[in-house]
């Protein structure tokens, strides 16, 4: 069912899907739209250690499979602190395989941030611990902004916009604005936002995002609806799920735009170095769960 939550000047309405995750509808802030619908539709997991294997994950209160990591309790809000300032709040959905840490077990988690100064951030958070140390992980995020019917990518010192639906691989190569934006999205008449990958520099120890972007018209049965499972579950290339939309590439002036973004992040248990991973320890004869978060997604930022 959907709720509803207004807070420093934003007003959002959520619902827990069944395997789509917590899903954001009909974001405004200071009553002007922003978000029509953003989502994690799936987890794509692939093992190095031998070609093709992996898991599909989906997120959310299943009616489909009891394999599902299933929601542990309902959303949380809390205060996002910047400088010693509180300068927006976080919406979080936790998701836990039933005996979360062992292995071949997950947990997942949705983290939407609103600030107070218009800037949000669409983001999955990955807490292993999964079938081994090798293991890579491909949230798919579908982003649909409200009346975006423009993309544009930095490049070479300016912004060069696209014409027909397309993706892109964020990499070592990658070039970025001064502010660290690599995207634009905007409507008629120039309003929209920026669109800032993480690449470190967001202080909550992420390592960046490594993504696939895919940029798309909007039309009728392309993903708005719940998703049980969303394309291959161990491609390693930019083969995971929302290229079946831009076979044809369009023009992107046909409609209004949506945001395909699929970051990847990769295990790693070496001490004191961990990332995307958890292990349980027993501490004073009672077993303590350890976990040490990866997170992925990026930024949106008001173009004026």
């Keep these: 069912q959907d709720n509803d939550l207004e807070k420093d000047n934003w007003k959002i309405t959520y619902e827990l899907t069944s395997s789509d995750g917590l899903e954001i509808k009909n974001v405004t802030f200071g009553n002007q739209p922003v978000i029509e619908s953003a989502k994690l539709v799936d987890w794509?997991?692939?093992?190095?250690?031998?070609e093709g294997f992996g898991y599909s994950d989906a997120m959310g209160c299943p009616v489909f499979s009891a394999a599902a990591v299933v929601a542990f309790a309902g959303p949380e809000v809390e205060e996002i602190i910047e400088n010693g300032t509180v300068s927006g709040f976080a919406i979080i959905q936790d998701f836990r395989s039933p005996v979360w840490p062992m292995a071949c077990n997950y947990r997942y988690q949705n983290r939407y941030e609103f600030y107070q100064d218009g800037r949000f951030r669409i983001a999955g958070v990955n807490l292993g611990l999964g079938c081994g140390t090798q293991g890579w992980y491909r949230p798919i995020f579908r982003i649909a902004l409200n009346g975006v019917n423009k993309f544009d990518m930095w490049n070479a010192g300016g912004w060069d916009r696209w014409t027909e639906e397309a993706w892109h691989l964020q990499d070592a190569n990658t070039?970025?604005?001064?502010?660290?934006?690599l995207f634009k999205l905007t409507d008629s008449v120039g309003k929209g936002y920026y669109i800032e990958p993480a690449r470190g520099q967001f202080g909550v120890g992420d390592r960046g995002d490594n993504a696939y972007s895919y940029v798309?018209?909007?039309?009728?049965?392309?993903?708005e609806e719940d998703i049980p499972t969303f394309g291959p579950c161990c491609n390693e290339s930019f083969e995971q799920g929302p290229e079946q939309y831009l076979t044809d590439p369009e023009p992107l002036a046909n409609g209004e735009l949506v945001f395909w973004y699929v970051?990847?992040?990769?295990?790693?248990?070496?001490?004191?170095?961990?990332?995307c991973w958890a292990k349980s320890v027993i501490k004073d004869g009672q077993r303590e769960n350890l976990a040490w978060p990866g997170i992925v997604g990026p930024m949106f930022v008001p173009v004026n």
């Design 175 to 181: 070039a970025y604005s001064p502010e660290g934006y």
């Design 44 to 50: 794509h997991v692939s093992y190095s250690f031998k």
């Design 263 to 275: 970051p990847q992040i990769e295990n790693d248990d070496t001490e004191g170095n961990e990332y």
């Design 216 to 223: 798309v018209v909007k039309h009728p049965g392309e993903g």
